[in-house]
């Protein structure tokens, strides 16, 4: 796999309304999966006996899983977390729960993923720093759990940096996360309500300290406009559910700005979505096409657009990764945002 890389969001062992097939068509690497909804549902010796994720789900790319502590913390009204862990109610049925580091370590091995991420705690981008330090430090001991209780030799296990937005926190935590020598790191606990330019400023200071030999990988984050920004910051590794979830709204992404395919204007447009986007989609398909399919209602619609958006995504990474190579990433950067429409964000590390 070579980086940056954009990574589509296969929560329960399925990107939603796309089929592996068409993932692979789309030029797509490497998937995001749930290690918290597959524990739940269907729980991961059913997994396991299917002979592991990727045979479970069809899937002969890479996976990375993530290791739960975003969905638990969405769901803090039904958790608490002390030192050992993670103690919560399923949102599915009520029935309680715990996640250690050791356990979600063990669990993700079961998966079999070829990335695992450790298990952290997140706090809102607000918080206290006294609670954002509790929480970083505890996710710093947290790492150094997981990272001895690993036992797959063909699974790599990556840190997440921590710290909410304080930047002397963020440091500290990069500094002793590199300290540990994972195979890979993650920033994480940001794009949860904090301004935007206040999270890139936390993606500098953190992927400054990072080694640059090994992935960073900024999660949850995913728009044209946010890749890009980070990319500049030296981030190698992006997940976001934004192009499906976009799609299933009638949003379609294209290299010269967002088409909103309930409007008038495309319902006798015979053009394709994106005249440069060589996916299946823009192959067969008009806007005036997809366009009907949403007004009728026809699921068809969000699948197309869905195939087209992952494919604009991973296909940005691709070209910022030929514009790295040839010295020219800040000229192709500008001019991407241009197109866009976007803020155009000064460049980081």
Known sequence: MQTPVFMPVGTQASVKGVAPSELHGCGVAMLLANAYHLYLRPGADV??????LHRFMAWDGSILTDSGGFQIFSLARLSNVDDDGYHFASHLDGSRHSFTPESVVALQEALGSDVAMVLDQLV?????????????????????????????ADQLTFAIVQGATYSHLRR???????????????????????????????????????PQEKPRYL?????????????????????????????????????????????????????????TCACATCASFSRAYLAHCFRAGEQLGARLVSVHNIAVLVTLARQAREAIVAGTFEAFRRGRLDLLGGAIAAGGA
Request: proline share 5%; aromatic share 4%; hydrophobic share 45%.
């Open 47 to 52: 997994i396991e006996q299917a002979g592991g």
């Open 219 to 275: 999660m949850g984050v995913g728009t044209p406009e946010d890749i890009l920004d980070a990319i500049a910051r030296g981030v190698d590794m992006f997940d976001c559910v934004y192009p499906t979830r976009s799609a299933r709204h009638a949003l379609a992404l294209t290299s010269r700005g967002r088409l909103n395919l309930r409007n008038a204007a495309h319902v006798r447009d015979d053009a394709p979505l994106d005249p």
């Open 124 to 152: 809102p981008g607000d918080a206290p720093e006294a609670l954002a330090r509790e929480a970083a430090e505890r996710t710093l001991r947290w790492a150094a759990r997981a990272k001895g209780a690993a036992r797959r």
């Open 172 to 210: 500290e935590q990069a500094r002793s996360l590199a300290e540990l020598d994972f195979p890979g790191y993650a920033i994480g606990g940001l794009w949860v309500g904090e301004e935007r330019a206040l999270g890139l400023e936390m993606v500098s200071e953190s992927a400054a300290l990072l």
